[in-house]
């Protein structure tokens, strides 16, 4: 028996479910924010959760390999980030889900407010980190003296730390513990056995691009070879130079 299109589609989707992808890209296609990812019907919450965090780093992978005149073209951004969601989807559940797309471009006077030239490089602070000894007494000192809402520690490994992040209303605040012994922040909290200032994060529209002017104008030494990804979904890159101070 044959269906019409819109049956066939909910009958698939009630089957595979369904994922809603959103992504904002500035005039020249590089995304201006991590991708959102959403799901009906694909798995449970615990789950979909993996899901979602996996979809959006997929849709990252999949635009940076994309060319750059692809990335300005709306049907091969749409097509690329479908492909992305689905194939995670069928990697961790089997399921091939229906996939809706929406794109949205922002000129730079959208994202810098009109205030700012073409060559404006950086973007708003993501967090500040803080190392400390212990990410469960700091988070209690933050809560009970400033009231401030924290987050569950998470560890990851991965990185050689433990976290907690206090949520501010511009910003965030990292708190991070190190675990491991070659956790990268131990040499620090020896140098400072109280805690202190870790980083700085910066939100930027082209990593690479950053990265690379940076370190052409030698004002800053990379401290890995190449962008990493957080749990979180974003890419960064450390530098271990004072790039703001004069000299």
């Not at 870790?198 to 800053?220: N, P, Q, S, W």
């Amino acid at each position: 028996m044959n269906c019409s299109p819109i049956c066939c589609a909910r009958a698939r989707m009630l089957w595979n479910g369904a994922v809603t992808a959103s992504v904002v890209l500035n005039r020249s296609g590089a995304l201006c924010a991590v991708p959102v990812v959403s799901q009906t019907g694909i798995s449970d919450k615990e789950a979909a959760e993996d899901y979602i965090a996996a979809a959006s780093v997929a849709i990252e992978d999949a635009l940076a390999v994309l060319g750059r005149q692809a990335r300005g073209n709306d049907a091969s951004v749409e097509e690329v980030v479908s492909q992305a969601v689905r194939r995670v989807a069928k990697s961790m559940f089997g399921l091939r889900p229906i996939a809706h797309v929406h794109i949205l471009r922002l000129s730079q006077e959208d994202l810098s407010g009109g205030a700012q030239g073409d060559d404006r490089m950086i973007g708003r602070v993501n967090h500040i980190a803080i190392a400390v000894p212990d990410v469960a007494v700091a988070a209690a000192q933050w809560a009970s003296m400033l009231g401030a809402e924290c987050s569950a520690a998470q560890d990851l490994p991965e990185h050689g730390v433990r976290i907690v992040f206090v949520t501010a209303p511009n910003t965030k605040v990292e708190l991070m513990q190190p675990i491991g012994e070659a956790s990268p922040i131990s040499a620090f909290l020896a140098r400072n056995p109280d805690g202190g200032m870790h980083h700085i994060c910066y939100e930027v529209d082209d990593i690479i691009a950053a990265r690379d002017k940076l370190i052409g104008e030698g004002r800053a030494s990379l401290a890995m070879d190449s962008p990493r990804r957080a749990r979180m979904a974003i890419r960064f890159c450390f530098f271990i130079q004072r790039i703001f101070v004069a000299r």
